[in-house]
């Protein structure tokens, strides 16, 4: 509950410790960024990419994997994400990202990745460490934000900051309020159902992942999800007979007002056609002017959706046990 109620001031300390951070470097003569991460600390590389599609100077692509793509030169900026600095498939990437001869920078609260990046004399932001990983996205989405600015991906925006910074603000007084919110509402109606999150393809696309993880390792509930159009040319046809299965469904619409026109009709028609089927429907619109503020407002409250789910399930958001051991069994 700390850490999601803070979630403001851990963006506006994140923002402030990587403004000062100098990479030593620009998008100049290179060709592709890379985000490189696992889990909770390559989310924020998918918020990135989503939200600079359309303005960014070289196309970002996240990897979550031991392998990094052909493309990946010494042209390339290859940004190393893991909070706890310790995880394998990132460390891995590391690795070939130095060995192809990339640009390399680490963003991590301690751990194995800034032993080496310190060994080899290489840019590394350091975050606030004491936290589960998912949980400090706050630190870890505003370094990768703030240091495209720094080397000139993308132009900053202050305004868009403000804007965000406001709105997070905001939205931590009304979804902190345990006697009542639309967080809490939505997580009441997800008690007993299992979550399917639909998106519009675009700026929404993170934030669906986003969701559906934070319903997986806060609330320990299964969670699927898919984005149109494309779930307009498959899964919708796994609705088309009505019965108990559909009824377990409660559907959580993402949307935004970028959505592109038809993307929008299509989400009005699928939910003529199909939402009685469900369980549970609803629609959430994202907040605020800016692409990021817009962006953040759904995240934040995907957020607290988890963690009030966690509280009506009955078991303690904080903990991953299954993903400890399985890092344990492997070492
Ligand atoms: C746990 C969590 C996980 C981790 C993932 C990678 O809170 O969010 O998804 O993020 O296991 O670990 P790190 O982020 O330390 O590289």
């Known amino acids: 509950?700390?850490?999601?109620?803070?979630?403001?001031?851990?963006?506006?300390?994140?923002?402030?410790?990587?403004?000062?951070?100098?990479?030593?470097?620009?998008?100049?003569?290179?060709?592709?960024?890379?985000?490189?991460?696992?889990?909770g600390s390559a989310i924020g590389g998918d918020l990135l990419r989503t939200l600079v599609a359309d303005t960014a100077r070289l196309p970002v692509t996240v990897v979550r994997h031991y392998q990094l793509p052909?493309?990946?030169?010494?042209?390339?900026?290859?940004?190393?994400?893991?909070?706890?600095?310790?995880?394998?498939?990132?460390?891995?990437?590391?690795?070939?990202?130095?060995?192809?001869?990339?640009?390399?920078?680490?963003?991590?609260?301690?751990?194995?990745?800034?032993?080496?990046?310190?060994?080899?004399?290489?840019?590394?932001?350091?975050?606030?460490?004491?936290?589960?990983?998912?949980?400090?996205?706050?630190?870890?989405?505003?370094?990768?934000?703030?240091?495209?600015?720094?080397?000139?991906?993308?132009?900053?925006?202050?305004?868009?900051?403000n804007e965000t910074q406001e709105l997070l603000e905001q939205q931590s007084e009304v979804f902190g309020d345990p006697s009542g919110n639309d967080a809490l509402e939505l997580a009441e109606a997800l008690q007993d159902r299992l979550p399917f999150i639909y998106s519009g393809t675009g700026l929404m696309e993170a934030v669906n992942l986003r969701w559906r993880c934070q319903i997986q390792e806060n609330a320990k509930r299964l969670a699927s999800g898919n984005v149109y159009p494309e779930l307009n040319h498959n899964e919708i046809m796994g609705w088309e007979y009505p019965g108990p299965l559909h009824e377990m469904i409660g559907v959580i619409v993402l949307r935004d007002r970028e959505d592109h026109p038809r993307v929008q009709q299509r989400m009005e028609v699928t939910r003529e056609l199909i939402s009685d089927r469900a369980g549970y429907w609803a629609e959430v619109q994202s907040q605020g002017e800016s692409r990021l503020a817009r962006m953040m407002s759904l995240v934040n409250l995907g957020d607290w959706v988890s963690l009030y789910l966690a509280v009506l399930l009955g078991v303690d958001p904080t903990p991953v046990p299954l993903i400890g051991q399985l890092k344990e069994t492997l070492a």
């Open 70 to 161: 052909g493309f990946v030169t010494e042209r390339s900026v290859v940004i190393a994400s893991s909070y706890s600095g310790n995880t394998e498939e990132t460390l891995a990437a590391f690795e070939e990202a130095r060995a192809r001869g990339a640009t390399v920078v680490c963003v991590a609260s301690g751990g194995e990745l800034l032993r080496r990046a310190r060994a080899e004399g290489l840019p590394y932001l350091q975050i606030p460490g004491g936290l589960q990983p998912r949980a400090a996205l706050g630190y870890s989405f505003t370094a990768l934000l703030t240091i495209a600015e720094h080397i000139g991906l993308v132009a900053p925006d202050e305004a868009a900051w």
């Open 1 to 39: 509950y700390d850490a999601i109620r803070d979630f403001p001031e851990q963006w506006r300390r994140g923002r402030e410790l990587a403004r000062d951070f100098d990479p030593g470097f620009t998008v100049e003569g290179k060709d592709h960024l890379v985000v490189a991460g696992m889990g």
